[in-house]
């Protein structure tokens, strides 16, 4: 019969004998594998990148932190400094209060300075030197106001001018 010949790999019916069928599935499968291992690599590139980022996100978070943590030291030093500068120029109490403030504040900020940087030797070093900066920096203030409280008696510093 026409179209019978199992060499051929096909019925009288024009269907795909059961050779072909296997040779058919074998090309799926043989096509699929490497899809399938692609797929595979992008999402564990996908999964390695996301644990990547998060890491990179909480370098940058605690970056801003230790930045923020400087800027109080900043801040406090400063609100010190005026008060300072308000009881030299008035000799009025009412501005060593923020000048107590400022100077009890600068003190745990400091301390939170250095336990944000304590995984960076570099930074304990600068925490160092800027602890140590800050420190003569008050003693010249306390000189000052020392100075001022012995001098109470002749009335205000007049302001200076420029």
């Known amino acids: 019969m026409v179209g019978t010949d199992p060499r051929n790999g ?11 069928t296997l040779a058919a599935n074998r090309l799926v499968l043989l096509a699929a594998v490497p899809l399938f291992l692609v797929l595979a690599i992008v999402a564990y590139l996908t999964i390695q990148f996301a644990a990547n980022e998060r890491t990179a996100q909480g370098w940058v978070r605690h970056t801003y932190e230790v930045m923020g943590q400087l800027n109080l030291i900043l801040s406090d030093a400063l609100d010190a400094e005026t008060g300072q ?18 100077r009890s504040r600068v003190s745990a900020d400091l301390v939170r300075f250095r336990q944000l940087t304590q995984d960076n030797p570099v930074q304990q070093r600068r925490a160092g030197r800027l602890a140590q900066l800050i420190g003569d920096r008050f003693s010249a203030f306390d000189n000052s106001l020392q100075q001022a409280a012995q001098d109470n008696g002749a009335g205000p510093v007049p302001a200076l001018t420029l």
């Open 10 to 20: 096909r019925l009288g019916s024009g269907n795909p004998g059961p050779g072909n």
């Open 85 to 102: 500068r308000g009881f030299l120029l008035t000799h009025a109490p009412q501005f060593l209060a923020p000048y107590q403030a400022g």
